[in-house]
């Protein structure tokens, strides 16, 4: 049976001033030039995530013991979506190795009551992230043949809501103070559109890592002609081992070891992370076979990472 909701409940209302409240903020920094807007905001979950979200609630706080309704039977909202990992930091449990897409996802959110949700977050030593995940599934378990469905307005609220902040942020891009440095964020990607420029991004770095190395390995030969130049005897310099000779093995562990190593940390974490994103987003868009594809993909080069890849010693 489905059970309407208000269209303006209590906590999107709170959310909705948080994001002016930062907006406003921004809009004051933006004019001072020895400040720099931190354009970094946690995302709302999309509307597939809320509703499976309240699907699998079974309308009731998800606290062992609790019976405290989400929504009222007068459709009052009452409950909250809490984080298991805090989807900023210096939130409880905030982990600083997940993304964007994993702190919103499903698996990250739990629908609690306001007591419920002020007790897990004040005692993170008790409320872990493996006991709030357990307390999650069981939940589910325990409610998994009762059927409700979140009412569309507060899905609509969600989207309204983050239409509203990417509009936000192309207006503090577009005032900044020096338009030519600001940094490019593209407001509206996609998740796969920001992975593919995340695997761009990463080319890039790794292309400089290798202008740096190939422009110390030239460095003894410009070293010795600079040298000449002046009329300097590099008998004694030519006389050194190369592995005394500090300008011969300049950076070479951070060149040859270092690098590579977290250039491919940096590459298995990609994709670990577009893999979960892709996973969740085929749960909702099962026709999707360029998603398919891409999971298959990444997927496979996992493996191999996983098999075959192994550290520069």
């Known amino acids: 049976m489905r059970t309407s909701t208000p269209s303006n409940p209590s906590w999107w209302r709170a959310e909705r001033r948080a994001v002016r409240r930062q907006a406003r903020r921004h809009q004051r920094l933006s004019s001072q030039p020895e400040h720099r807007p931190n354009l970094m905001s946690r995302q709302s979950p999309t509307r597939s995530t809320i509703r499976a979200l309240f699907a699998k609630s079974g309308n009731i706080c998800a606290f062992p013991g609790c019976k405290h309704k989400i929504v009222e039977d007068d459709n009052l909202y009452v409950g909250e979506i809490c984080h298991i990992e805090a989807a900023e930091p210096r939130g409880p449990r905030y982990n600083p190795s997940s993304v964007e897409e994993e702190r919103r996802s499903y698996n990250n959110l739990l629908l609690l009551c306001h007591a419920h949700h002020r007790r897990i977050d004040s005692n993170v030593e008790t409320y872990t992230v493996a006991r709030l995940r357990q307390l999650k ?177």
Do not use: C
């Open 137 to 313: 599934a069981e939940h589910e378990s325990m409610v998994s043949g009762t059927s409700f469905e979140v009412d569309a307005s507060i899905v609509s609220e969600v989207e309204r809501e983050m239409e509203s902040y990417w509009s936000t942020l192309i207006r503090l891009q577009e005032a900044h103070p020096v338009p030519d440095l600001a940094v490019e964020l593209k407001p509206g990607r996609s998740g796969t559109q920001v992975f593919r420029d995340l695997r761009a991004k990463t080319k890039d770095v790794e292309a400089l890592l290798e202008y740096y190395r190939e422009s110390d390995e030239r460095a003894p030969e410009q070293l010795k002609t600079f040298l000449r130049t002046l009329g300097y005897d590099l008998t004694p310099l030519e006389a050194v081992p190369y592995y005394k000779n500090p300008f011969e093995v300049r950076n070479w562990e951070r060149h040859n070891l270092g690098s590579p190593n977290v250039l491919l940390d940096l590459k298995a974490l990609q994709l670990y992370a577009e893999l979960l994103y892709l996973a969740e987003y085929a749960k909702h868009h099962t026709d999707d076979t360029a998603a398919q594809a891409r999971r298959e993909a990444v997927m496979s080069e996992l493996s191999h990472i996983a098999g075959s890849e192994q550290y520069h010693d």
